[in-house]
């Protein structure tokens, strides 16, 4: 009996110590983070969004979200407050005054930026964020672990966390309608605005359009395009009537935001078990040990 007690032992210890080196090795992996001249983007024109929030109720629809009639989405009494994208709305409309017109407020529409240098990919330990050659940051359900530094690192603080979902939990941000995208078609937000405020192709395009929409007219616009070349330039990107940090846009610098991420995730992991395969290890010692007990158990009776 002890032989046998042995030999399990010994067996479930290897078992568990290759699990846990498996889970290490896989952590290491490196995440798909391509950056094509090709990508694309959105160019977002505040000075032409009329508030009608359709865009809001798309993005919904698309992702199979919960949502009211569309028409419920005249009520402009939700202008009242600030809101974000969370798990039950991934891009959010807000409304802010206008210095120079009372008439025509400034309407501004917010989802994940998806970012040239992502920090939620550099952060995440186990690769469930990618960035992907048309310009999308996805997540991974399937890699990711819980962890939710991507929630930490986001400079813009766009991923959100399922907390009212006990035994499967997702992160969920806008994923620039990747399924649409990657069959062709146009992300539902762009497809349903009424007024074109917003516009999808290769992002060096859309650069050079808002140059020009600057340049002939400097009156209408700060001369200024948001994501250009915040932490290192995102596929939004931003015209405005007013400077940005007056409509609630973070001051950020041009360096890209994973220097830190990377520095603190390096540190952390590069001599220790990444956590996925340290509770595998820690799990498995607590199974042998309650086995060991209840052996113990019944020989004694």
Known sequence: MAKQSRRDFLKTSAIIGSAAAGLSSSTKAAPKNVLSEDRMGVLVDTTVCIGCRKCEWACKTAHNLATDPIET???RTVFKEQRRPNDKALTVVNEYPNTTSDKFPINVKVQCMHCDK?????ACIVGAFSKNENGSVIWDGDKCIGC?????????????FEFEEALKPDIKKCDFCIERTSKDKLPACVEMCPVEAITYGRREDLLKVAKDRIKNYPHRY??????????GGTSWLYLSSRQFEEIAFPKLGNDPAPGVSEAIQHGIFAYFVPPVALYALLGGVMWLNKNKKNHETDTEN
């Open 222 to 231: 700060v001369n200024r395009i948001f994501g250009e070349h915040e932490v």
């Open 118 to 122: 992502p920090a939620c990919v550099s």
């Open 73 to 75: 989405y005249e009520d």
């Open 148 to 160: 939710r530094y991507c929630m930490v690192a986001c400079p813009f603080q766009i991923p959100a």
